[in-house]
């Protein structure tokens, strides 16, 4: 019986980690064998140490660094040998990178959120107007390990808007005082009554790696909750 235990846990832990480990070079490479004719992969070579760099440095012009990240969907460091995706066509406008469509038919202003695409969108008057990376809830939760992480999908509202200090009333768990050590959630969001939200976040890491609610860019996160977001507007979360 023992022998069949230990078996049994060696197995959980396998299936655990396929769940929760993923390359940050994962969606590059996606990309890049789905669009072959729009995006080029290549691997970084970081010849310092530490063996690695920041967008910014790689890219000393604010605009092309803000395209390389939201095609990568990620802002995390780029160490030695991570594979990168980059555009054919240099020229080609941030927007038309967006992995949606450009007009849609519903007029009233929205979000979408796709969480297979790992991208969120602004609409207004039925033409997209912002789009950017995004990260939702990862399908299996690293502490517990069960499926209950996952960000809801389907058609929501936002309930309220958080400025910039909003910290998390959950997470980490092990922190005690949440107002002093809860997770940052900047310009948060909430659309369920759950709690889960849309808010800003340090690092996106270009797979979905929350406890369920969507992390955005906190510039974007904060020109979302400042410049476009009302109380009521519809957030649609599209699945896996």
Known sequence: MKNVTSLFFIMYCLLYTSFSIASPSDWAIKLCKDQPSRYDCARYRVR?????ITWS??????YLTKIMIAINRRNTLIWNNHILAMPKNWSESYINHAPFLHNVEQYDKHIVVDLKQ??????DQGKLIDWGPANGGMKRCKETGLMKCKTHTGLHFVLRLDGPGKKSDLYPPECEDKKKCGHPMPYY??????????HGNKWLTGRNSSHGCVRLLKEDARWLNKEFVEVGTPVMVLDY
């Open 48 to 52: 310092r140490k530490p063996p690695h």
């Open 189 to 198: 969001m909430p659309f369920h009554r759950d709690g889960t939200g849309l």
């Open 118 to 123: 790992l991208a969120w969108a602004a609409y």
């Open 57 to 62: 440095e790689m890219f000393s012009n604010a």
